[in-house]
């Protein structure tokens, strides 16, 4: 009995340690935070587009967190920009770190590939543009009309002959309009903030959550 309360006790004490350290410690470090300065929020459709992504499960697949080592050379050498740090995921609820890098990371997918055009295409078909790709194609997002259906000055997807449906047109669906939308806000491109002395560093995150709040 005595040797089965020690075995429960050190599993505890081990427990509360690691969380301390890998949770509550960082979380004390982090939480007052100020984003930088030319980090804007997210708007509306930014945000519906980042709930797309998450109910695909893009996160299975794709980063959000260049790093200066990234699989043996620097992510930046990828065109993936320079390493994230703490403060550019303040507007983030939930973080999408991600861990897999199935596809390329997506930090500043915004800033190296600003075209609407491509990104639909890519979601629609991605061997359209990436012949290897094993990403999976997105039709859902899309609806398809025989081109008399088609609104005037509706947006049609440009997708290559070869990949395209016979005699339709496609057309994004708001999903895929908000996804594409989130997709092209992710630039990163801003000077990061020089650190904050800790109760300059609270009294700023309090401003500006203060000012978000109003603004909603």
Not at 3 to 12: C, P
Not at 14 to 24: K, N, R
Not at 98 to 107: A, H, I, N, S
């Amino acid at each position: 009995m005595e040797n089965e309360i020690k075995l429960v006790g050190g599993a505890v004490l081990t427990l509360a340690l690691a969380t301390a350290a890998m949770i509550v410690v960082p979380f004390m470090q982090l939480k007052d935070v100020p984003p930088p300065a030319g980090l804007a929020p997210y708007t509306e459709q930014e945000l519906r587009g980042r709930q797309v992504y998450i109910a695909n499960g893009c996160i299975a697949c794709h980063t959000q967190q260049p790093s200066t080592i990234g699989a043996g050379r620097a992510d930046a050498v990828r065109g993936w920009g320079r390493p994230s740090v703490a403060a550019d995921y303040f507007h983030d609820r939930p973080t999408l770190l991600g861990t897999m890098r199935t596809g390329p990371d997506l930090f500043n997918v915004g800033d190296r590939i600003p075209s609407e055009d491509w990104h639909h295409v890519h979601l629609y078909q991605p061997r359209a543009y990436v012949p290897d790709s094993t990403m999976p194609a997105y039709p859902f997002l899309y609806e398809t009309m025989v081109a008399v259906e088609v609104p005037p000055g509706q947006y049609t997807v440009p997708i290559p002959d070869a990949h395209a449906p016979r005699g339709r047109k496609v057309v994004p669906t708001r999903d895929a309009e908000d996804l594409v939308a989130y997709l092209k806000a992710m630039t990163r491109q801003y000077d990061v903030a020089e650190p904050l002395d800790a109760a300059a560093a609270k009294a700023l995150a309090s401003e500006l959550r203060g000012r978000t709040r109003q603004e909603d």
